[in-house]
């Protein structure tokens, strides 16, 4: 067995699936094992969306995502990737072949220094010298990609290492490392003190973060908050852990988010932060955020805790366990009533609280107000929906309703072009689901390559692009603070989207004002089948 | 603020880089940094000094606990420590000031290491307030070269039997 032929045998042990990727001759030998067993290979049109895919299937399968290329430029385009699924612990394993080690550090064709280069958009890294270490680092990096705060794990494999013979093959059962060792159940006496200050708070609410998904803790944190009658609101990487139906839900956070979410967070007198960082999008001015509550941060990682703030209560650890632990208190009787007035205040918010948009001709452009609110509606309510980065992102984290699905974006590095290949690797994870990636022109053209991928997989994602000619968020930054000098911001000239879906061989969908946008939506949804859906918009139209 | 920064590694390569990077990436000051064995072969023992806010100085220490290759961190203030500071200073001497600088060298434990006709070389070892003190002394007289350790530094034995 060669070390290529072992790393295979790691991921078979692993139970992966499928591998994302993009070859070339320093990962030749490891594709050649691949093509040896049933995982399934991916060739992606990038190697960046290899990681981005990786991430899609990651998150809907909560499985690690594989993605693998080969030296030189193949890894370094892989690090947006990687620095993407490392803003929002995505757990990835992510192998780059390299050149023979004896020329590593010598400028040779293809070789780039990739394990220093990603260093600070990974949970850890490895280059192996040696082939006997494979199954020990494989163990190692699926354990530390998928436990504690998830987060992409590098493996770089220098040719000659792919091809020497090792001596044994024993994969390990135990992983045995003195320097990892995250903590997972919740300190006891911290948790009665969660208890204690919960029962006695008047205002409570619960801020959840992209934390909740990756610990598994959906229904955990929506018990909680109907037993204990605690209004939730959520981040960006949050949407979805509460229902956008349910009553005790208040949107999203945020300098971006609704209005009535950030009133309603100001004046609680009890915020617990789950899983979120706390982070400048979510949070306008973290220093202020303790001023007159009490603040609990929970989160797997200690030092997201008082990173940006100084709560009162920390408490490290994963999610899931903790709120299990939390609910198994009991005495909540009398506190329902209690809070029925805050409950009640936070409603009158919602329903007062309008936000303004801006006035909209209809029968020249596509309110996206409206065409996601009626797409939302029409989608099967376990649907997958995958917003790009951009003015489409900020309408889809509003007015998109996520019932029993999950809704994916890139939140942290906010990287163009992540909902196509996301929305293929979610697809890939969940054929059975309806998958909708949500995106501005600019994004798509950022990621089109990838439509020769859903075509060659048949990966019948939905692609919804909301036409503008502008980049539109960067537009809107101009309006509002350079005094609407548009500077590399105007996309004319894009192609004619229905020429693209003939060349990829897709069918084709246009809407040019809020008629068609209605039928749009009917046929978008009709068939099993690969989508381009065009929908014009207004180009001055705001995200806020 | 100052703190020491104790930090117990894996000794492989790159470890140093990564511990480097992570202050310079989250933008925290480096004073000065040591590295050397500990008696146990495959750990390395980092000695950093840096300066910050209550806050910068948490967030220091848990960043360097959540680096893979950190065994342990130990952070503790100079007062309640033991540190020391090896130096090496060249000057160039004359009849007329030779005996004035042996006598400082007297003064403050500094030994002459080295000689030729026109510099002498002098070794002083001691808290990096001391060997700055001696630095100052000696820019009477024209120094050559210097070349500093950095601060290493363990907490005092008394801190030991607290715990």
């Given at each position: 067995?060669?070390?290529?032929?072992?790393?295979?045998?790691?991921?078979?042990?692993?139970?992966?699936?499928?591998?994302?990727?993009?070859?070339?001759?320093?990962?030749?030998?490891?594709?050649?094992?691949?093509?040896?067993?049933?995982?399934?290979?991916?060739?992606?049109?990038?190697?960046?969306?290899?990681?981005?895919?990786?991430?899609?299937?990651?998150?809907?399968?909560?499985?690690?995502?594989?993605?693998?290329?080969?030296?030189?430029?193949?890894?370094?385009?892989?690090?947006?990737?990687?620095?993407?699924?490392?803003?929002?612990?995505?757990?990835?394993?992510?192998?780059?072949?390299?050149?023979?080690?004896?020329?590593?550090?010598?400028?040779?064709?293809?070789?780039?220094?990739?394990?220093?280069?990603?260093?600070?958009?990974?949970?850890?890294?490895?280059?192996?010298?040696?082939?006997?270490?494979?199954?020990?680092?494989?163990?190692?990096?699926?354990?530390?990609?998928?436990?504690?705060?998830?987060?992409?794990?590098?493996?770089?494999?220098?040719?000659?290492?792919?091809?020497?013979?090792?001596?044994?093959?024993?994969?390990?059962?135990?992983?045995?490392?003195?320097?990892?060792?995250?903590?997972?159940?919740?300190?006891?006496?911290?948790?009665?003190?969660?208890?204690?200050?919960?029962?006695?708070?008047?205002?409570?609410?619960?801020?959840?973060?992209?934390?909740?998904?990756?610990?598994?803790?959906?229904?955990?944190?929506?018990?909680?908050?109907?037993?204990?009658?605690?209004?939730?609101?959520?981040?960006?990487?949050?949407i979805g852990?509460m229902s956008s139906?349910?009553?005790?839900?208040?949107?999203?956070?945020?300098?971006?988010?609704?209005?009535?979410?950030?009133?309603?967070?100001?004046?609680?007198?009890?915020?617990?932060?789950?899983?979120?960082?706390?982070?400048?999008?979510?949070?306008?001015?973290?220093?202020?955020?303790?001023?007159?509550?009490?603040?609990?941060?929970?989160?797997?990682?200690?030092?997201?805790?008082?990173?940006?703030?100084?709560?009162?209560?920390?408490?490290?650890?994963?999610?899931?366990?903790?709120?299990?632990?939390?609910?198994?208190?009991?005495?909540?009787?009398?506190?329902?009533?209690?809070?029925?007035?805050?409950?009640?205040?936070?409603?009158?918010?919602?329903?007062?609280?309008?936000?303004?948009?801006?006035?909209?001709?209809?029968?020249?452009?596509?309110?996206?107000?409206?065409?996601?609110?009626?797409?939302s509606?029409?989608?099967?309510?376990?649907?997958?929906y995958?917003?790009?980065?951009?003015?489409?992102?900020?309408?889809?984290?509003?007015?998109h309703l996520v019932k029993k699905g999950r809704f994916?974006?890139?939140?942290?590095?906010?990287?163009?072009?992540?909902?196509?290949?996301?929305?293929?690797?979610?697809?890939?994870?969940?054929?059975?689901?309806?998958?909708?990636?949500?995106?501005?022109?600019?994004?798509?053209?950022?990621?089109?390559?990838?439509?020769?991928?859903?075509?060659?997989?048949?990966?019948?994602?939905?692609?919804?692009?909301?036409?503008?000619?502008?980049?539109?968020?960067?537009?809107?930054?101009?309006?509002?603070?350079?005094?609407?000098?548009?500077?590399?911001?105007?996309?004319?000239?894009?192609?004619?989207?229905?020429?693209?879906?003939?060349?990829?061989?897709?069918?084709?969908?246009?809407?040019?004002?809020?008629?068609?946008?209605?039928?749009?939506?009917?046929?978008?949804?009709?068939?099993?089948?690969?989508?381009?859906?065009?929908?014009?918009?207004?180009?001055?139209?705001?995200?806020? | 603020?100052?703190?020491?920064?104790?930090?117990?590694?894996?000794?492989?390569?790159?470890?140093?880089?990564?511990?480097?990077?992570?202050?310079?990436?989250?933008?925290?000051?480096?004073?000065?940094?040591?590295?050397?064995?500990?008696?146990?072969?495959?750990?390395?023992?980092?000695?950093?000094?840096?300066?910050?806010?209550?806050?910068?100085?948490?967030?220091?220490?848990?960043?360097?606990?959540?680096?893979?290759?950190?065994?342990?961190?130990?952070?503790?203030?100079?007062?309640?420590?033991?540190?020391?500071?090896?130096?090496?200073?060249?000057?160039?001497?004359?009849?007329?000031?030779?005996?004035?600088?042996?006598?400082?060298?007297?003064?403050?434990?500094?030994?002459?290491?080295?000689?030729?006709?026109?510099?002498?070389?002098?070794?002083?070892?001691?808290?990096?307030?001391?060997?700055?003190?001696?630095?100052?002394?000696?820019?009477?007289?024209?120094?050559?070269?210097?070349?500093?350790?950095?601060?290493?530094?363990?907490?005092?034995?008394?801190?030991?039997?607290?715990?």
């Open positions: 067995m060669n070390g290529a032929q072992a790393i295979v045998k790691c991921l078979e042990e692993e139970k992966v699936k499928v591998v994302y990727g993009y070859s070339g001759v320093a990962i030749a030998p490891f594709y050649d094992a691949l093509g040896e067993t049933d995982i399934k290979q991916v060739l992606v049109r990038t190697e960046q969306n290899a990681a981005h895919c990786a991430s899609g299937y990651a998150r809907i399968s909560r499985e690690v995502g594989v993605c693998a290329v080969t030296s030189g430029p193949g890894a370094t385009n892989l690090i947006t990737g990687i620095a993407t699924a490392y803003a929002d612990s995505i757990p990835l394993v992510c192998i780059t072949g390299q050149v023979n080690s004896e020329l590593i550090g010598s400028d040779v064709f293809q070789e780039a220094d990739i394990t220093g280069a990603a260093e600070s958009f990974v949970k850890y890294s490895y280059l192996i010298r040696d082939v006997n270490d494979i199954p020990r680092i494989f163990k190692e990096a699926f354990h530390i990609a998928s436990t504690g705060r998830r987060g992409p794990v590098l493996i770089d494999i220098p040719m000659d290492i792919q091809m020497a013979e090792i001596s044994k093959f024993a994969y390990p059962d135990k992983v045995n490392m003195r320097t990892y060792k995250p903590t997972i159940e919740g300190n006891a006496v911290q948790i009665k003190k969660v208890v204690k200050e919960v029962a006695q708070a008047k205002r409570p609410i619960i801020c959840v973060g992209g934390g909740v998904h990756l610990s598994g803790a959906v229904d955990e944190i929506r018990k909680f908050s109907k037993e204990n009658q605690i209004p939730v609101v959520s981040t960006m990487m949050g852990v139906l349910d009553p005790m839900y208040f949107g999203m956070v945020g300098n971006n988010g609704r209005p009535y979410a950030n009133r309603a967070l100001n004046e609680s007198d009890l915020l617990l932060m789950v899983g979120a960082r706390v982070a400048d999008r979510a949070v306008n001015r973290p220093d202020l955020i303790t001023e007159n509550k009490v603040l609990i941060h929970i989160d797997v990682d200690p030092a997201e805790i008082g990173k940006n703030v100084g709560p009162t209560i920390p408490l490290v650890g994963d999610i899931k366990h903790i709120f299990k632990k939390i609910n198994e208190f009991e005495d909540k009787e009398d506190l329902i009533h209690k809070r029925q007035d805050w409950i009640d205040t936070l409603n009158e918010y919602r329903l007062t609280m309008v936000e303004k948009r801006p006035e909209i001709d209809t029968t020249k452009f596509v309110d996206p107000m409206a065409f996601l609110n009626k797409l509606i029409r989608l099967p309510e376990d649907a997958i995958v917003a790009d980065v951009g003015q489409n992102q900020i309408w889809s984290c509003r007015w994916l974006t890139s939140g942290g590095m906010g990287t163009m072009g992540y909902s196509i290949p996301a929305a293929f690797g979610a697809k890939e994870a969940d054929p059975h689901k309806t998958v909708v990636a949500v995106m501005g022109e600019g994004g798509f053209q950022m990621s089109m390559m990838e439509l020769s991928t859903l075509k060659q997989y048949g990966n019948n994602v939905k692609i919804v692009i909301f036409r503008n000619n502008f980049l539109g968020m960067v537009r809107e930054y101009q309006h509002y603070k350079l005094e609407d000098r548009y500077n590399m911001v105007i996309l004319d000239e894009s192609p004619k989207l229905d020429k693209i879906a003939e060349a990829y061989d897709m069918k084709y969908l246009k809407a040019n004002n809020q008629e068609e946008a209605d039928a749009l939506i009917e046929e978008l949804l009709k068939d099993d089948a690969p989508v381009i859906a065009e929908v014009v918009v207004d180009p001055y139209d705001l995200a806020k | 603020m100052k703190r020491i920064y104790s930090v117990l590694v894996e000794n492989h390569a790159g470890v140093l880089c990564k511990v480097a990077g992570l202050f310079s990436r989250r933008n925290f000051n480096i004073d000065s940094l040591v590295v050397g064995e500990t008696n146990s072969r495959d750990v390395s023992c980092m000695t950093i000094v840096s300066s910050g806010d209550e806050r910068t100085i948490e967030q220091i220490e848990k960043q360097l606990n959540k680096k893979l290759d950190v065994i342990k961190v130990k952070t503790f203030k100079e007062s309640i420590s033991i540190c020391r500071e090896l130096t090496l200073i060249k000057v160039r001497y004359n009849r007329e000031n030779r005996r004035d600088i042996m006598e400082n060298c007297d003064i403050m434990k500094a030994q002459i290491v080295d000689m030729s006709k026109n510099l002498m070389m002098i070794q002083i070892c001691d808290t990096p307030e001391r060997v700055e003190l001696f630095i100052e002394m000696l820019r009477t007289v024209s120094i050559v070269e210097i070349a500093r350790t950095g601060t290493v530094a363990l907490t005092k034995c008394g801190e030991n039997d607290k715990n």
